[in-house]
């Protein structure tokens, strides 16, 4: 090579998958994963439909006495040997056209489930969750009205939770004339949307249940807030639960504060119906 000449280097690269040798390597396709039925809205409906969802029940108590108050319905589903998560496959319902059917079918199917353990006692209710977009159906007082009157279920034994959403809200007008049947309605998870206090103060409420996240913070500004918003819902004549209450102490707490029905492990686990001592 000549002086100042310049070097040139080639660097040859081998193909991916060809081994130094020139033989090629095999590798093995990544497992592909299936999608979780929890998922699949036809799966979820199907599941509703075939009565594989089904209602289990959390007493909900009164703070001065500890009787049950009330019954609250949720959905479980056993879904290949394992439960899968409500709260999920709630979501997935509600980006179909089949929210209403979903709501109702579970509502009538929480009331066949517990309705000797509600009639023997004098104001006992089911609770069931009802989406906003259910509620905000053209048709769905008359569709409600005559559930109940085919299942047999007075409309006073009802109670309609309404989760606080900031995407979709429950038509009030719709809220008024269920409560002119006789069905409560209450204001589920209030805290953590952005709407809670402008729809207790504008919409028709029975109840206001206090998510337990507000219930975590134990400072004295948190104490004042809390007071505020239970004198506030006592104000416009509604009554206050608490939820998630797991120990004395924090009933305690919730007792001082005012509220009037209290929800939690300490009250009772969700569970069927015939596995819940409703003597308690």
């Not at 056993?78 to 709501?103: I, K, L, M, Q, Y």
């Amino acid at each position: 090579m000549t002086p100042g000449a310049r070097r040139v280097i080639v660097v040859l690269r081998r193909p991916r998958g060809v081994r130094k040798d020139g033989s090629a390597m095999t590798t093995a396709a990544p497992p592909r994963t299936r999608r979780s039925r929890v998922h699949v809205p036809s799966a979820v409906i199907d599941a509703c439909r075939d009565g594989a969802i089904v209602p289990w029940f959390q007493p909900r108590r009164l703070v001065t006495t500890g009787a049950i108050e009330s019954l609250e319905a949720l959905a479980r589903w056993r879904c290949e040997e394992r439960w899968e998560n409500p709260a999920t496959f709630a979501r997935t319902v509600g980006r179909t056209r089949h929210t209403v059917e979903f709501d109702l079918t579970m509502l009538g199917r929480a009331w066949q489930a517990a309705r000797a353990a509600v009639v023997v006692a004098p104001g006992r209710r089911i609770a069931v969750n009802v989406s906003p977009a259910t509620i905000s159906g053209p048709h769905v007082v008359g569709q409600i009205e005559r559930l109940l009157a085919g299942i047999g279920m007075p409309p006073e034994r009802l109670e309609i939770e309404i989760t606080e959403l900031r995407t979709r809200q429950p038509d009030p007008v719709s809220l008024a004339a269920l409560r002119r049947l006789g069905v409560r309605i209450a204001l589920d998870d209030f805290g953590t949307g952005s709407s809670g206090i402008r729809r207790l103060l504008t919409s028709p409420v029975d109840v206001v249940k206090l998510d337990r996240s507000l219930l975590v913070p134990r400072t004295s500004h948190a104490e004042v807030v809390l007071d505020g918003i239970v004198r506030l819902a006592h104000d416009v004549g509604a009554a206050v639960v608490a939820e998630g209450v797991e120990t004395p102490v924090e009933l305690a707490r919730v007792a001082a504060l005012g509220c009037d029905v209290y929800q939690g492990w300490f009250g009772g686990r969700p569970a069927p119906i015939g596995e819940l001592d409703l003597a308690a």
